[in-house]
């Protein structure tokens, strides 16, 4: 009795993947038009965050993850789309038998 149930439901399912496989759209590729936008210099004040987030201002020591921090930071470039420093860096791969 619970054969003809059961066959409607296999073929539904089946229709559903089907279209989902398929997708909805076809084999065209989306079309993009107009010009890129035009890079816009930074306006304000430059930061970077440290591993608890807090924002910095041409720190002279930063946290870069838990085990890993740079210090002695003297920067060159600040603000630019580069920043550059000299410094430091040490971590827990650097004192002795630590993995």
């Not at 059961?6 to 089907?18: D, E, K, R």
């Not at 989306?30 to 010009?35: A, D, E, I, K």
């Not at 004040?45 to 921090?69: A, I, K």
Request: proline fraction near 11%; charged fraction near 10%; include cysteine.
């Amino acid at each position: 009795m619970h054969r003809p149930t059961a066959i409607v439901t296999a073929c539904a399912l089946a229709l559903v993947m089907a279209v989902g496989i398929t997708g909805c759209g076809g084999p065209d590729q989306p079309q993009v038009q107009g010009p890129a936008p035009t890079r816009s210099p930074a306006a304000g004040p430059v930061y970077v965050s440290d591993t608890m987030g807090h924002p910095l201002n041409r720190p002279t020591r930063l946290g870069l993850t838990e085990f890993t921090s740079l210090s002695h930071l003297k920067w060159r470039d600040w603000g630019q789309p580069k920043a550059v420093a000299t410094g430091e860096v040490s971590g827990m791969w650097c004192i002795p038998g630590g993995t």
